[in-house]
């Protein structure tokens, strides 16, 4: 599968060297994994069942839940067992199939997050024209659009990868497998495919962070011309998106955006982005949506009566 390797399995330095600290580590981070699965499932098992969310904007929000257990479950999983243990070890195959699932769920999120923000500036800029251009159809265009995105953008990066020899040191300075990383422990230069990563992976989160900064601008500039109180319930659902997308896409233009060799802080920023802010997206859309906490209130409370009986 990969040309010229003698290496057939790799060794994570991890985040911290201390046992001592990873074993705190382990105990704060296993329950943000747990809720990250709870929170966003609970998402998408509320929007499943309640008949009351299946306008288009939480028809995305389930797929953004859904694509955020996986996103996380790509890399937390095997990090936190790591934890527990000495040597952190992962097979080569194992590390380029964590590269590829990464990518692909990320870039899908990205994507499904520019889906969320048109889908928002056409119902603010053409309510009268929402319902019909934002039918089932197109809906399950852009679905389906954003996870071909991801899975090309995933294709690219692992075809460039698995080009690379690897013979040795086999030892890579991070927790989870990711490009750059693998990139300087290849026996070769890697500064063409360096570059085309750069391409791959950051522009498309500097342009697609671009296009949300315009489209959410575009919105509020025609909020101006609502009452209060649609500016009020607009704003309030503009908010969590706004809150998401800068939760996610600064770390992410920070980590690709800047030179690899510099800011030996990037594992620290790789842990928010992989672990932390796939747990804060459910809480964020929960708060501030009241029509999502009345329909978990409703479906729970009915299941619970429903047990009683």
């Known amino acids: 599968m990969v040309s010229k390797n003698n290496v057939t399995e790799l060794i994570f330095t991890g ?20 809720a990250t699965v709870v929170g966003n499932g609970l998402i998408v098992l509320t929007v499943k ?31 936190i067992t790591d934890l527990l243990t ?3 070890t992962i097979s080569l195959e194992g590390c380029l199939a964590q590269i590829f ?8 999120e990205i994507l499904l997050l520019v889906v969320m923000a048109y889908d928002r500036s056409v119902a603010i800029c053409k309510p009268l024209h929402y319902i019909n251009i934002m039918n089932r159809q197109l809906c399950h265009v852009l679905v389906a659009g954003s996870w071909l995105g991801g899975f090309f953008h995933s294709i690219i990066q692992i075809l460039i990868t698995i080009q690379l020899p690897f013979c040795g040191p086999n030892v890579i300075d991070h927790y989870f497998c990711d490009l750059q990383p693998l990139f300087k422990i290849a026996c070769t230069d890697t500064s063409v495919e360096g570059v085309i990563v750069l391409v791959n992976s950051g522009l498309i989160a500097l342009c697609s962070f671009l296009i949300l900064v315009t489209s959410y601008i575009v919105i509020l500039v025609n909020l101006r011309n609502r009452s209060a109180e649609g500016r009020r319930k607009a704003l309030s659902t503009c908010a969590s998106h706004i809150t998401v997308v800068m939760l996610f896409f600064g770390p992410a233009i920070f980590f690709y955006m800047r030179p690899s060799s510099t800011f030996t802080e990037e594992k620290l920023v790789a842990l928010f982005y992989t672990v932390v802010t796939p747990m804060l997206n459910p809480i964020i859309y929960t708060l501030r949506n009241a029509e999502v906490k009345i329909a978990m209130r409703r479906l729970w409370g009915k299941k619970e009566n429903s047990g009683v009986e």
């Open 86 to 88: 000495k040597i952190k």
């Open 101 to 108: 699932f990464f990518h692909f769920f990320g870039v899908t």
């Open 15 to 34: 985040l911290f060297e201390d046992p001592e600290v990873q074993r705190m580590c382990f105990v704060v981070f296993l329950p943000v994994y747990l």
């Open 49 to 79: 069942a309640s008949k009351g969310l299946h306008s288009p904007m939480y028809f995305f929000l389930s797929y953004l839940s859904l694509v955020e257990i996986s996103y996380s479950s790509t890399i937390v999983p095997k990090f």
